[in-house]
């Protein structure tokens, strides 16, 4: 799913921005470092894959 299609209030950007880094996970965080996915895959599905992966659970 991309991120544009997360009602307004999931998106990590808004949730970053109206409570802080700590109310984001790491793969939210993630994506907004990253800002754009590919044709393939969003920024948030990257990041959750990379999280998966690599065990990146808490690193806020």
Request: aromatic content about 12%; proline content about 3%; overall charge positive.
């Amino acid at each position: 799913m991309h991120i544009k299609e997360l009602p307004w209030f999931n998106r990590p950007g808004y949730k970053l921005e109206k409570n802080g880094a700590s109310s984001l996970d790491s793969a939210e965080l993630l994506a907004i470092i990253f800002g754009r996915g590919s044709m393939q895959e969003s920024a948030l599905e990257l990041a959750n894959r990379l999280v998966f992966k690599y065990n990146l659970n808490r690193f806020n």
